[in-house]
């Protein structure tokens, strides 16, 4: 399975941005996707899932409100639209993928595969 992410690039704080994620390789369009981020020094961590179907939607605290997750309809390019976007959303963005069902998609130990990232710079 090969992840291609892009959309990531420098934006003023309050602006926007959009992410895609292309999945290829497999059946992608049956398996859940998530975005995650890393801060320079810091752990990855979650920002949005969804699942195979796109009907189900998760967000960090952080996302909610301003980041919608979104699937294309043949169902292997995963979305991430940014609004109101701050400073500290800086990092590199991740798509991922699992191979199996029924997992916490919050968790980045339940994801197999991996995007190689795009970096999002938001200045003040």
């Known amino acids: 399975v090969q992840l291609q992410a892009s959309g990531g690039g420098l934006v003023q704080a309050g602006g926007s941005l959009n992410l895609s994620c292309a999945a290829s390789?497999?059946?992608?369009?049956?398996?859940?996707m998530g975005w995650f981020r890393q801060a320079p020094k810091k752990g990855r961590e979650f920002v949005a899932a969804?699942?195979?179907?796109?009907?189900?939607?998760y967000y960090a605290d952080s996302a909610e409100g301003r980041f919608t997750i979104s699937r294309a309809s043949a169902k292997n390019t995963v979305y991430l639209q940014m609004t109101d976007l701050k400073p500290e959303d800086t990092a590199v963005y991740f798509c991922g993928a699992p191979n199996v069902y029924g997992i916490d998609l919050t968790q980045e130990a339940s994801y197999t595969y991996w995007g190689q990232g795009t970096l999002v710079t938001v200045s003040s």
């Open positions: 390789g497999r059946t992608s369009k049956d398996y859940a």
């Open positions: 969804t699942s195979w179907s796109g009907r189900t939607t």
